[in-house]
């Protein structure tokens, strides 16, 4: 069973930046390598949203809250997915979540327990 583990989170000041990275577990690489991945997250008292996803380098999509501040890349042979957030915001303040994309751009496998990102106001 596949297993998402999403870690680097914290607690930082406004301007600052934090590194995600997730690791899919329990995949092998003939099945990660194919997947549009993704990550999203999701704010206190709101619906989840997603942030940014990458099929390769050179097609990548943002949300357009955090274009030009955060940058998703993959590393197909570790089956990892980062996310470099830089100048954060109280606005980025959610918990982060990786997921694979379907075709109708759902989440493709059961959320892990996602990594908590706080920039206080």
């Known amino acids: 069973q596949v297993q998402l583990v999403e870690s680097g989170g914290g607690l930082v000041q406004p301007g600052e930046s934090l590194r995600l990275t997730c690791t899919a577990s329990?995949?092998?690489?003939?099945?990660?390598?194919?997947?549009?991945w993704a990550w999203y997250r999701q704010a206190p008292g709101k619906e989840r949203e997603l942030v940014a996803s990458v099929i390769t380098d050179s097609y990548r999509n943002y949300a357009d809250s955090v274009k030009g501040r955060f940058t998703i890349s993959r590393d197909n042979a570790r089956k990892r997915v980062f996310l470099q957030m830089n100048n954060l915001k109280p606005e980025d303040t959610a918990i982060y979540y990786c997921?694979?994309?379907?075709?109708?751009?759902?989440?493709?496998?059961?959320w892990g327990q996602g990594t908590q990102v706080t920039v206080p106001s």
């Open positions: 329990r995949m092998i690489t003939s099945v990660f390598n194919p997947n549009t």
């Open positions: 997921n694979a994309l379907t075709n109708t751009k759902e989440a493709k496998y059961s």
